[in-house]
Structure formats: C-alpha cells, structure tokens
C-alpha cells in the first residue's frame, strides 16, 4: 500500500478544488470530496491494490470539517512516517476575486453559519477571517496555486501537469474562444483575432435571428474570396505558431476570435478554425461566449 499517491486539496472557498478535483478524476484519480481528515488513515488501509488496482488518491478537505484544523497535522505527519507520497496543494485567490465568485453562484461561505463569526452576513470578513484561519497550512503545503486569473481551461492544464508529477505532455492544450467586442475583450486569451471586417450577417433579416452554427450564416460568411483569404492565411499562422508553443513547453494556448456581438462572424470563423487544428489530432475545445446576447451589433 505504501505505493499508494495521495494529492490533499485545501485552501480557501471558491478557490477552483472542486474544479481541480475533477481534473484530477479525469486522469485517473480516485477522488473524494470533503474527507473527514480522521477517516483518511482508515479509508488508506482500504484494498485498493488487491482488488481495484488504484494507486492515486485525491482528497478535497477544508473549513467544511469543523475538526480539520485540529487533526490535519498530525494525521498527514502519520501517513508520512508510514511512507505514503502524501502532498498538499493549497488553492487561493484574491479577496476581491473569491467576493466575486460568490457573488455570482449565490453561494454561502462555509463560515457563514458558524456561531463564532459574529459577522456572518459579511462575505469579505468570512473570506478574510478563512484565509487567516488557513494561514498556517499554507505556509505547510507542497504547492500554492492561486486561481485569480486562471479560467476554468487553464486550471485544469495545471492539474493535469501535476497529476503527470511534472512530466508534461509535449501536446499543447488549444481551446477556441468566440466573443463579441461590446461585450468586452477575453483577457485570458493567448491570441486575439479581430473578424469584423467579413461581411455581417446581421443586416440580412432571415440571417440575423440565426447563429454562427447556422449552415446559411456559415455559407454566407466563408463564400467569398476576402474570407476564404483570410482563414487560409490565418490557418497556416497558426500551424506555424502552436509547434513552437509546443517546443517551448506551452501546455495551454486560447485563441479568441471577436467579431461586434459574438453571434455570426465570430462563432463562424472559431468553428472553422477548431475543425481545422481537429484534424491534426491535438486536444482541443470551443466556447461560444456571447452566443446568447440578444443586444443589436
């Protein structure tokens, strides 16, 4: 059993450990949300070996557990003497960004409902008083990983790296993004391209209620030579750039493409260019970001 590999997910509330959770299941990780951090000893002695070939444990604990500060130290000092792979990961974001991600999910802070938080209507003083709380296991982890300007895409690259324990894979990780410019520019994005130069869809009435994922919005943007120029061009640049990301080591690359809404051009050429990087074999996903707007372009 001592070959057992245990991954320990702490750190603050709304910080991306469920997200990081489930890219760690994604590569094979048996997973387990909120572990009692007492139970572990008893949950390892289990026969994963034997009977289910499992050799990789991860583990999400926190403030939920309200003994886990107490009990953290000295079981994980336990595991260690016995000879167990045992290490911490500790997820963190700024303040202003975990007030955010609450304030959109509509979620309470775990330390919302705990008698001894006499503010426990203030979200800001839940998140500050957790991350003094935490203060010291972090200070104890193997690897911080602060999330405040990692998407979801970028996150998961991470975990998949550690997961490997380091060994990247030589295969960059591509997602396409489409979003319109009034809705604001993707700052997480490698690669901006701006498409609104291609003839809009959105002045020919049978073409506007309609998508880029639309057969006739596709056909009217790409069938012309101005577009048809331009994705080959475009394609080929791209074929020159993500080799050389690869060979850097690049293991994440987002490519947005922008047109006025997010509705026509731009879903259109991102599709065009998600099935061309498709056929070379690589990873790859697309994410229509402002499809569901409605405003006029």
């Known amino acids: 059993m001592k070959n057992l590999r245990i991954i320990i997910l702490t750190g603050s509330s709304g910080a991306g450990k469920s997200t990081a959770l489930s890219a760690f299941e994604d590569t094979g990780f048996y997973c387990v949300d909120n572990m009692p951090v007492s139970l572990l000893p008893s949950f390892i002695n289990l026969p994963f070996n034997s009977v289910t070939n499992i050799d990789k444990l991860a583990f999400v604990m926190d403030l939920r557990e309200n003994d886990f500060l107490s009990k953290y ?5 336990l595991l260690k ?3 167990y792979d045992l290490k911490i990961l500790f997820f963190d974001a700024d303040q202003e960004v975990l007030v955010q991600r609450f304030s959109q999910t509509r979620r309470q802070h775990p330390l919302s ?3 001894e938080f006499p503010f426990k209507n203030s979200l800001l003083y839940c998140i500050k008083a957790e991350q003094q709380l935490l203060k010291k296991l972090k200070a104890e982890a193997n690897k911080i990983i602060n ?3 990692y998407n979801i895409h970028e996150l998961k690259s991470i975990i998949f790296d ?3 324990k380091g060994k990247k894979s030589n295969q960059i990780r591509i997602n396409i993004l489409s979003f319109g410019f009034k809705y604001g520019i993707p700052h997480q994005a ?5 498409v609104r130069f291609l003839k809009n869809p959105y002045f020919i009435s049978q073409l506007k209620p309609l998508d880029g994922k639309n057969k006739h919005v596709r056909k009217y943007v790409l069938d012309n030579q101005e577009a048809q120029v331009f994705l080959k061009k475009y394609l080929d640049l791209l074929d020159y750039l993500i080799p050389l990301y690869e060979k850097e080591g690049k293991a994440y690359l987002s490519i947005a493409i922008g047109c006025t809404g997010g509705k026509h051009r731009s879903v259109t050429i991102a599709r065009s260019i998600h099935d061309h990087i498709s056929s070379t074999g690589r990873k790859i996903e697309i994410t229509h970001r402002d499809i569901k707007q409605s405003l006029e372009e």
């Open 73 to 77: 130290k000295s079981v994980f000092e």
């Open 81 to 83: 003497k016995k000879g």
């Open 162 to 164: 550690i997961a490997k």
């Open 190 to 194: 490698d690669i901006i391209m701006d």
């Open 147 to 149: 999330t405040s300007h």
């Open 113 to 115: 409902n705990q008698k």
